[in-house]
């Protein structure tokens, strides 16, 4: 079966410092994956997707910037912190050919102090 | 621009009572409609999708209303519990890409005893 896990579940980091959030997905293949932001209270906010090895979209402009240096391995980062970019962190993956359900981690929770 | 507008952004029923939130999209070439369920803390999960050759699909306590005529379509759930309080996701999908899947904004369900 295939399961997702993301890492760490909680972070607090000063303003300025790096950031790295690593997912991976087991027992699949390809799949696409895609970093979401979550405010509190607010909706999910895409903030990057890949279809494959080395290939990243961006969807928000911001200081943040992801890679996909394996098939399964998505990693969100930071050279430098900001505050406004303290929130909830979501990995999800869905399979490529349909794209008809993601599943989501559990998700990092970032506070930037 | 929202392609898929949600509401309410929160919800207060009584146990027992009946829980619905309402969607609505504009476009057309959405070909799959799903739901996630997501709480306090957790990545959102698949609750029910529908697609839009059917009016109506039912699982359990849960039901998906959907009206193509008018773009709209509804997550009913009857004798709410207290632990169905989470955060409630519609979605729509698009016909092709993998930034397909466009989410509400969310709405924040208590089920109060």
């Known amino acids: 079966s295939q399961t997702i896990h993301q890492w760490p579940a909680t972070l607090v980091q000063p303003v300025g410092s790096p950031l790295s959030l690593e997912c991976t997905v087991e027992?699949?293949?390809?799949?696409?994956l895609y970093w979401y932001r979550q405010a509190a209270g607010r909706g999910l906010q895409l903030l990057f997707y890949?279809?494959?090895?080395?290939?990243i979209s961006s969807e928000v402009p911001q200081n943040l910037s992801a890679s996909r240096p394996q098939d399964r391995q998505f990693i969100l980062s930071s050279k430098k912190l900001l505050l406004s970019d303290s929130g909830f962190y979501l990995c999800?993956?869905?399979?490529?050919?349909?794209?008809?359900?993601?599943?989501f981690g559990s998700g990092t929770q970032l506070s930037v102090l | 621009q929202q392609q898929v507008k949600q509401s309410p952004q929160s919800l207060i029923v009584q146990k027992g009572g009946i829980s619905i939130i309402n969607c609505a999209y504009e476009?057309?070439?959405?070909?799959?409609f799903p739901w996630y369920q997501q709480f306090p803390g957790k990545g959102p999960a698949l609750l029910i999708a529908?697609?839009?050759?059917?009016s109506e699909k039912k699982e359990g306590r849960f039901t998906i209303s959907f009206n193509k005529s008018a773009k709209q379509f509804s997550l009913h759930i009857m004798d709410s519990q207290p632990g169905d309080s989470a955060t409630y996701f519609c979605?729509?999908?698009?016909?092709?890409?993998?930034?397909?899947?466009?989410f509400g904004t969310g709405t924040r369900l208590t089920v109060i005893p």
């Open positions: 999800a993956w869905a399979q490529g050919a349909t794209n008809e359900k993601l599943f």
């Open positions: 027992g699949t293949s390809n799949p696409n």
């Open positions: 890949s279809v494959g090895i080395g290939q």
């Open positions: 476009n057309t070439a959405f070909d799959y």
């Open positions: 529908i697609r839009p050759d059917v």
């Open positions: 979605a729509a999908r698009g016909p092709t890409g993998a930034n397909n899947l466009f």
